[in-house]
C-alpha cells in the first residue's frame, strides 16, 4: 500500500495553560475559549478526537486563577470562570461571559443552550422544509458549549484488535469515563469564534477548481450513449458542466443473483449500460469532465463482484467458497482491501467518490459513527500519492468540514423545502461546515412547478457548490430544456453565470482555507448588534462582495413579481445585475421588500465591490473550461473606494500548488475623476508564468455610472481601448486586448464619473407595465408618479377615486393591488 496521508495533529496542551486537580482539568486555549475536563480515574486525553486535533496554540493566554472559599476562579479578560472542584454540576460549574449585555450571558453546566444560532444536519433526506440543527459555536447570549466527552480517540497503533494496521494512525474508542467540554465565550465576536473552531479542529481544505462549476446528477439508468449524447447536448446548448455524478446504476443492480443479497452495493461495472468503462470514462475526460459514482458500502465485497476473487486472497478466504466478505470499518485488514477495490477503479479513471452511506450509525466499535469513518478514511485515501484529496458523503458532526464535500440528502421537490436551504446553508457556518452541496431543484416526490424550479436554479448559481439533481422519473428530469421558453432561459442563466463566477468563487475557496471564513456567512457575522441582522434568516453573504436574498416565493399573480425582504448595512448598495442603486444612510442599515421577476434574483454589490469573472467566449477555450482564463471580466461598483485581490494558482494540490495574486483597486473620488487598476500577476507566475496565461485580456465594467471618456495605459504607455455604454444596466465598459500579465493596467475615466441618473421613474413603469390591472389604472398611476416621485405612493392606494369630477371613465380605474403598490415602492425609495 502506498503513503497513507495523515492528519496534521497537535493535540497537547501547552502545560503553562493548566490547571488540575485530581480528577478535573482545565485548559485556557484562548482567552475566550477554555476546555473542562472530568475524568473518573483522573487520567486525561491528550490524544486528537474526532472533533479536536488542535489544542497546542503556542504561548499561554492571559489569564489568572486563585481557590477562594473552596472554589477555583479563573478570570481572563474575556470570561470568569467558578468552580467547586467536585464532580460537575449546575451549581458548581459556571462561566460569565464579559462584553456581553444580556442577563443570559452566564453557563452553568448543564444548561439549555436557548440562544444558540445552531449548526447544521447530518442530512435533509427525506425532508419537506424545516429539519432541526445542531449546535454551532456562535450564540446571542454569548457562549456555546461542544461536548467531546464521547469522541472516539486517533491513536498511533500499529495493530489493531490483533490485525496489523497500516494506516499509520487508527481511531480507536476513548478509554475511562468522564466530561470534556468546550466552552466559547467570545461574546459576539462571531467571526473570532469561528476562527478559533478552525484551529481547534483542523482548517477547511482547498478544493479543486472544477469543484466550484456546475455539477450534473440523476438518478436514472443512464447508458454511454445515453450519457455521452446528454453531455455534448449541454456542449451544443453552450450550458458548462464540470463535474458528472453518477448514480448507483453503474454497477450491478437487478443483475445481482439474490443469493448474493440486493444490488444497492456493488463495484462491478454494468456492461449491458457500459461496455468499456474505460472508454466511458475517458470521453467524459476529455469534454472536461471529472467523475464521482456513487457507492453504497454498507454489504461489503460479494462473489459476484470483479474484484471479489483478489479481495478475498487478501483477506485470506478461498474465493471459490464464495464467503461474503462483510463490511468491517474497525478492522484495517478489510479497510485496505476494500481501498485496493477502490484503487482499481480509479485506474480506470474515476476522479473520486459519492459515499451515499444512508444504513445506520452502528459499528462494530462502541460510539464509531460509520458515516464519520467512512468519510476521515476516504478523505484521507483520496489524498495519497500526491492528489488532490476530494470526497462527496453527508455531514458526521463538528470537525466534518475537514471532509469536503457535503452530500445534503434527497430533499422534497417542494417551496418549503427551497425557502428552508438558504436559512441552513448560512447556518451550518456556525459550525465550520461552508461546503454544502444540495439537490438544486430539489430530489423527488413534489410536483412540477417550473417557477419552482427556476429561483431554486437561482439560489444554485450562489450556493457553495451547484449540484443539479432528480429522482428517477421520466417527468422529473432537470434539463433545462424540457421546460417552457422563459423558465429554460433563467435556467440557462443561472448555470451560465455560476461558470462565469469561477475567479471569484475560487479566490473565496482560498479565502476559507487561509483565512478561515466560509464563502457564505449569516448576516449577522459582521453585524452581531443589530438586530435587523437577525430578521432576514435567507438572506446571506456571498463571498466578500455580494450579498445575496434569494427570492423563495411564488410569483404575485397581479404584479407578476415576486418578493423577499432584504437588509442592507449601512452604505450604498447596487443590484449586481441592473445597477440600479440603493441607499442604506442609517447605521441600522436598511430594511426592505425586493420585487424582481422569474428571470432575475436579489443579489446586491456593496459600492466599491469588484467581482472577478470568466466569459464564456473563445478566448477562454471550451465552454466548461477550468483552466485561469485568458479573458477576465471585472465588474466593479461605483461610489467608493475599493479592492480585491484575484489568487489563482496551478491546480497540482491544493495550499500547495504555486500560486499568483492579481491585486485589482477602484479608486473613487466624489465629484472628480476615477481610477481602476489592475497590478501586475505576482508569485509563480511572475517568475514563469506557470500559473496565469503570459498575456490576458481584460474587460471592465463600471457599474452604476453615466457614460464617461476613457484612457487606458499598460506599463505606463497608453493604449487604444474599446470602450460601449449599456443603458440597461447603467453600466460603462471597457476592452482591454491581450497586454502582458507582468504589466500594471491603469484605467483613467477622465473628468467626473458621476453616478447613474436617477432610473425610478422608468422603473416604476416597468413595473406598472407588466402587472396585470387594468391599463386606466396603470395611466392614472404612471402620471402620478412622474409627477409625484416618492410622494406619490400613498395617492396609488385611492385610485378609485375620479380626478376633478371626471366619471366617464370611472368603470374602467380599478383598486391599485398592495403587491404592485409596493413593487412601485421599492423603485421610488430605493435612494
Given amino acids: 500500500m502506498t503513503h497513507f496521508p495523515q492528519l496534521d495533529t497537535h493535540p497537547i496542551m501547552n502545560p503553562e495553560a493548566v490547571i488540575q486537580g485530581d480528577h478535573w482539568r482545565i485548559g485556557v486555549l484562548a482567552e475566550s475559549l477554555i476546555r473542562v475536563e472530568w475524568q473518573d480515574d483522573g487520567v486525561f486525553e491528550d490524544h486528537a478526537t474526532q472533533m479536536v486535533v488542535n489544542r497546542d496554540w503556542g504561548a499561554k493566554p492571559h489569564f489568572t486563577h486563585t481557590v477562594r472559599d473552596g ?38 453546566y448543564g444548561e439549555e443552550q436557548e440562544g444558540n444560532l445552531r449548526g447544521t444536519a447530518r442530512t435533509l433526506d427525506e425532508t419537506n422544509g424545516v429539519t432541526p440543527l445542531g449546535l454551532g459555536v456562535v450564540s446571542r447570549d454569548g457562549w456555546a458549549v461542544l461536548d467531546d466527552s464521547a469522541s472516539n480517540i486517533l491513536a498511533e497503533t500499529e495493530q489493531v484488535n490483533g490485525e496489523a494496521n497500516p494506516f499509520g494512525t487508527w481511531v480507536v474508542p476513548r478509554p475511562g469515563e468522564g466530561h470534556d467540554l468546550y466552552v466559547f465565550g467570545y461574546a459576539h465576536r462571531y467571526i473570532e469564534a469561528i476562527r478559533d473552531f478552525y484551529r481547534l479542529t483542523g482548517p477547511t481544505p482547498l478544493l479543486p477548481r472544477f469543484a466550484l462549476g456546475n455539477w450534473w446528477s440523476r438518478y436514472h439508468r443512464y447508458t454511454e450513449r445515453e450519457y455521452l449524447q446528454l453531455v455534448e447536448r449541454f456542449e451544443h446548448e453552450g450550458l458548462p458542466f464540470t463535474t458528472a455524478v453518477i448514480d448507483m446504476d453503474w454497477h450491478l443492480v437487478d443483475a445481482v443473483d439474490p443469493k448474493y443479497g440486493s444490488g444497492w452495493t456493488g463495484y462491478t461495472w454494468n456492461r449491458s449500460f457500459f461496455p468499456d468503462p474505460k472508454r466511458f470514462l475517458d470521453t467524459l475526460h476529455r469534454h472536461g469532465l471529472k467523475i464521482t459514482p456513487n457507492v453504497h458500502p454498507r454489504d461489503g465485497i460479494r462473489a459476484f463482484e470483479d474484484g471479489y476473487a483478489e479481495a478475498a486472497r487478501q483477506l485470506g478466504i478461498d474465493p471459490a467458497s464464495e464467503e461474503p466478505i462483510e463490511f468491517d470499518l474497525t478492522s484495517p485488514k478489510f479497510m485496505k482491501t476494500y481501498f485496493d477495490l477502490h484503487h482499481r477503479l480509479e485506474d480506470e479513471g474515476i476522479d473520486f467518490w459519492w459515499l451515499d452511506w444512508q444504513q445506520g450509525g452502528v459499528t462494530r466499535q462502541q460510539g464509531l459513527d460509520p458515516l464519520w469513518m467512512l468519510n476521515h478514511l476516504h478523505y484521507l485515501d483520496s489524498g495519497r500519492d500526491g492528489r488532490w484529496p476530494l470526497t462527496f458523503s453527508r455531514y458526521a458532526g463538528p470537525g466534518s468540514h475537514r471532509y469536503p464535500v457535503g452530500f445534503s440528502g434527497d430533499t422534497v421537490v417542494s417551496w418549503e423545502s427551497l425557502r428552508f436551504q438558504p436559512y441552513f446553508t448560512a ?53 433545462p430544456w424540457n421546460f417552457r421558453a422563459e423558465v429554460r432561459d433563467s435556467m440557462n442563466a443561472s448555470l451560465r ?57 411564488p410569483i404575485d399573480r397581479e404584479a407578476q413579481l415576486a418578493k423577499t425582504d432584504v437588509w442592507l448595512p449601512q452604505g450604498t448598495w447596487f443590484d449586481f445585475f441592473t445597477g440600479r442603486r440603493y441607499e ?11 420585487w424582481r421577476p422569474l428571470e432575475a ?58 500560486v499568483s495574486t492579481t491585486e485589482m483597486a477602484l479608486h473613487w473620488v466624489a465629484g472628480s475623476s476615477a481610477t481602476f487598476t489592475i497590478g501586475a500577476a505576482q508569485g509563480e507566475a511572475e517568475a514563469d508564468g506557470s500559473v496565469v496565461p503570459e498575456r490576458r485580456a481584460w474587460t471592465v465594467v463600471m457599474r452604476g ?4 471618456k ?31 500579465s507582468a504589466c500594471a493596467v491603469e484605467i483613467l475615466f477622465d473628468g467626473e464619473l458621476a453616478l447613474a441618473h436617477d432610473t425610478s421613474a422608468d422603473d416604476a413603469f416597468r413595473v406598472l407595465y407588466n402587472a396585470q390591472i387594468d391599463y386606466l389604472t396603470k395611466d392614472k398611476a404612471d402620471r402620478l408618479v412622474r409627477s409625484d416621485g416618492p410622494a406619490a405612493l400613498n395617492a396609488l392606494h385611492t385610485l378609485e377615486e375620479p380626478a376633478n369630477g371626471d366619471h366617464r371613465h370611472d368603470l374602467f380605474v380599478s383598486h391599485m393591488p398592495e403587491s404592485v403598490i409596493r413593487a412601485v415602492a421599492e423603485q421610488l425609495l430605493r435612494v
Fill in 601 to 658: 434574483m436579489p443579489v446586491f454589490a456593496k459600492a466599491g465591490g469588484i467581482v472577478p469573472m470568466q466569459p464564456l467566449d473563445e478566448a477562454n477555450g471550451p465552454v466548461n473550461s477550468i483552466d485561469n482564463p485568458k479573458h477576465v471580466r471585472v465588474v466593479a461598483f461605483a461610489g467608493a473606494d475599493g479592492s480585491f485581490t484575484l489568487v489563482e494558482d496551478d491546480g497540482s494540490r491544493g495550499t500547495e500548488s504555486a
Fill in 710 to 740: 476613457v484612457s487606458v495605459r499598460v506599463g505606463g504607455e497608453a493604449i487604444e481601448a474599446t470602450t460601449a455604454y449599456d443603458e440597461r444596466t447603467l453600466s460603462l465598459s471597457v476592452e482591454i486586448p491581450e497586454v502582458s
Fill in 71 to 108: 472554589r477555583l476562579v479563573l478570570d481572563t479578560p474575556a470570561l470568569r470562570l467558578t468552580y467547586d472542584m467536585k464532580p460537575f454540576s449546575k451549581e458548581g460549574l459556571s462561566v460569565v461571559i464579559k462584553g456581553v449585555n444580556s442577563n443570559r450571558n452566564t453557563w452553568n
Fill in 427 to 479: 447556518t451550518a457556518s456556525n459550525i465550520g461546515y461552508g461546503w454544502w452541496s444540495h439537490d438544486i431543484g430539489g430530489h423527488m416526490f413534489g410536483r412540477r412547478d417550473e417557477e419552482l424550479e427556476a429561483r431554486w436554479y437561482q439560489l444554485g448559481a450562489f450556493s457553495p457548490i451547484n449540484r443539479l439533481h432528480s429522482t428517477d422519473s421520466a417527468f422529473n428530469g432537470k434539463e
Fill in 584 to 594: 442604506a444612510p442609517g447605521i441600522d442599515g436598511r430594511k426592505l421588500e425586493v
Fill in 497 to 553: 453565470l455560476r461558470h462565469e463566477l469561477i475567479p471569484y468563487l475560487y479566490t473565496m475557496n482560498w479565502r476559507a482555507a487561509i483565512k478561515d471564513r466560509p464563502i457564505v456567512e449569516p448576516m449577522y457575522w459582521q453585524a452581531a448588534d443589530n438586530a435587523s441582522a437577525y430578521e432576514v434568516p435567507n438572506e446571506f453573504r456571498f463571498g466578500t462582495e455580494l450579498v445575496v436574498a434569494p427570492i423563495v416565493e
Fill in 705 to 708: 455610472v453615466e457614460p464617461a
